[in-house]
């Protein structure tokens, strides 16, 4: 039984995986493209370099989805961590680089820095919503693009000459870098890519072993079963809110310290993270082991793109494979759940059968 229900569980990304190949495919055809060219380089073993950049890749996405999943198992929609995550880089690479601290106790101390940026900026949303009844989704997404200029002025303002641009950086030499080197001839894995493993287990620990995660879980099922139960809905909305906003303050983090070692948008930041992790808490189903496979995927998906342009396939194709998994999968866990709810219910009736008969 075990068996049958991992294998139905693991269907849907499958299908995901699959429906995707071929609506990309199909898409590569019709625009004069060779399908059979972009599945070989896309499912080519990635090598040294690549291989390295994809599990780096996978650690902030992982903690992009994190910071995503934990609002949206609590019935809430932070379509801001794109502008937490900005906050949270912007108020920490000032912190990392003002020499406050040295060594250890900087990354430490611009950590916690990080973290508390994310929450209050977070914060924000959670009070509009909680006392001004404004829907998270419209404030969050107005609060992004104000984060985005308010670090672009303060890096303007207050950053370094850089070339053409203006950063925050670089690090002190006491506090850089951070990684160990796996393979030859490529660049070495961020040190920091540990915080997705511990954010996971500590995600998992929160929201299936403490009453905190159970209040949060029944609020976001029922907010009114929730109240009348005795928890708080308000103040679960705000530490909610605040726990994804920390979370999403630490998303740039392993890079900023692992490799890049300056602040700045958009030279020297990646953009669009708080996003593509709505996507992969979608793809992992809110799960500690889904959304670390979510990230993975689409990690994998774009170190593998670079290779497309050698075969005359533009790497924006990848945006439709992505986008096509996160809707498909999203569809076939749908009708999975669907047809269990269905499987279910044909079991009681047929039980309550069985019970009729056995009284008549």
């Known amino acids: 039984m075990r068996v049958r229900s991992f294998l139905v569980g693991l269907l849907p990304p499958v299908v995901a995986v699959g429906a995707a190949m071929i609506a990309t495919s199909l898409v590569i055809v019709v625009t004069g493209g060779s399908a059979i060219d972009f599945l070989t380089t896309l499912f080519s073993l990635p090598q040294g370099r690549v291989l390295v950049d994809i599990v780096n890749q996978t650690s902030m996405l992982a903690l992009a989805g994190f910071a995503a999943a934990i609002c949206f198992r609590m019935g809430l929609f932070n379509i801001g961590v794109e502008g937490q995550y900005i906050i949270g880089s912007c108020a920490g690479a000032f912190f990392a680089v003002s020499g406050i601290l040295g060594g250890f106790a900087n990354i430490f101390g611009t950590l916690v820095v990080a973290v508390l940026a994310g929450a209050g900026w977070a914060l924000i949303a959670g009070l509009l919503k909680v006392y001004r009844g404004v829907s998270e989704v419209i404030s969050a997404i107005m609060l992004n693009y104000v984060a985005l200029t308010l670090a672009n002025y303060l890096v303007r303002t207050y950053g370094e ?200």
Do not use: C, H
Request: hydrophobic share 50%; net charge positive; proline share 3%.
């Open 161 to 360: 000459s850089s070339g053409y641009a203006r950063t925050v950086g670089p690090l002190p030499a006491s506090s850089q870098p951070l990684g160990f080197s796996v393979l030859p001839d490529a660049k070495d894995i961020w040190a920091l890519a540990v915080l997705a493993v511990i954010v996971a287990v500590g995600y998992w620990f929160l929201l299936e072993r403490t009453r905190f995660g159970f209040n949060l879980r029944a609020t976001g099922e029922s907010s009114s079963a929730a109240t009348a139960g005795g928890i708080d809905a308000r103040r679960m909305v705000l530490a909610t809110m605040a726990i994804s906003g920390a979370i999403a303050g630490l998303v740039w983090m392993p890079s900023f310290f692992g490799s890049t070692l300056t602040f700045g948008i958009p030279e020297n930041f990646q953009t669009n993270l708080g996003f593509t992790g709505l996507a992969v808490a979608l793809l992992g189903r809110n799960r500690s082991a889904g959304i670390l496979v979510g990230a993975l995927l689409f990690a994998y998906l774009a170190a593998q793109s670079n290779g497309l342009q050698r075969v005359g396939i533009a790497t924006e194709i990848i945006g439709i494979t992505q986008g096509v998994v996160v809707l498909a999968v999203v569809i076939a866990y749908e009708v999975v759940a669907r047809r269990r709810r269905r499987a279910e219910q044909t079991a009681v009736a047929e039980q309550l059968g069985t019970v009729e008969d056995a009284k008549s």
